[in-house]
């Protein structure tokens, strides 16, 4: 199993340029998430989708949309980036078990705004 | 609204002490709470998942506390070896919310001196 991958490890954009950062998970977890990690700030969540169909925002989601495309992706897209938006990206998935909801983190993607 | 204190941000201790890292929470209404490590550059990695209703997780020289009463947890590092150099974050799922969204501490920064 790879686990929770992510495309593409780095990017530079210019202000005002969009992109769609992909996330895939091949451990038929229900759940997905999208956060941003900052320095000084920890993780903050910014989309998730607590299953195939459906999403819902975190505590930071202006600037960003998501789709859950099927069961095995969640991709969030910038439409115009800023400055602000400079930061460290991760996905996750969590178990089926609505219990425990264990989240596995995938690599990062790190994005810098120009 | 939740918050997750982690105390102190960095600590450096000699190779073979054993050590305490602090994680505390305002609101004691959680499902669980979880340790990741996250090693420069890369994803987090899962350590221990808290229950609620349990006081304590091992898994080898590792040994997460959880009084949910007071709004604290602590993981405890036996031996502590230079690869325990890492990134130390706490986590908490609060009772209130779905899909298994989780409330992150900044982190605490552990380097283990040879």
């Known amino acids: 199993n790879a686990g929770v991958t992510q495309t593409p490890k780095f990017q530079v954009l210019k202000t005002g340029q969009s992109m769609t950062l992909q996330c895939a998970q091949d451990?038929?977890?229900?759940?997905m998430y999208w956060y941003r990690q900052d320095p000084g700030m920890g993780l903050r969540l910014i989309y998730y989708?607590?299953?195939?169909?459906?999403?819902d925002k975190g505590e930071v989601p202006n600037g960003y949309n998501v789709s859950r495309l099927n069961k095995r992706e969640f991709s969030l897209r910038l439409e115009s980036a800023a400055p602000s938006q400079t930061s460290v990206y991760f996905c996750?998935?969590?178990?089926?078990?609505?219990?425990?909801?264990?989240?596995?983190f995938g690599p990062g993607t790190r994005l810098t705004v120009t | 609204k939740q918050e997750v204190t982690q105390i102190p941000a960095a600590l450096s201790v000699p190779e073979g002490e054993n050590l305490v890292l602090n994680c505390s929470f305002t609101?004691?209404?959680?499902?669980?709470l979880q340790w990741f490590r996250q090693d420069p550059g890369k994803g987090l990695t899962s350590l221990l998942l808290?229950?609620?209703?349990?006081r304590e997780q091992t898994s080898g020289r590792l040994n997460a506390s959880l009084d949910k009463s007071s709004g604290r947890s602590t993981l405890y590092i036996a031996a502590s070896q230079p690869g325990d150099s890492a990134t130390y974050l706490c986590?908490?799922?609060?009772?209130?919310?779905?899909?298994?969204?989780?409330?992150f501490g900044q982190g605490t920064e552990l380097s283990v001196k040879p």
């Open positions: 808290i229950q609620s209703s349990q």
């Open positions: 989708s607590a299953s195939e169909g459906t999403t």
């Open positions: 451990m038929n977890h229900n759940s």
């Open positions: 996750a998935s969590s178990i089926p078990d609505s219990y425990s909801y264990e989240q596995y």
């Open positions: 609101d004691s209404a959680i499902y669980n």
């Open positions: 986590a908490v799922r609060p009772a209130n919310n779905q899909g298994g969204k989780l409330i």
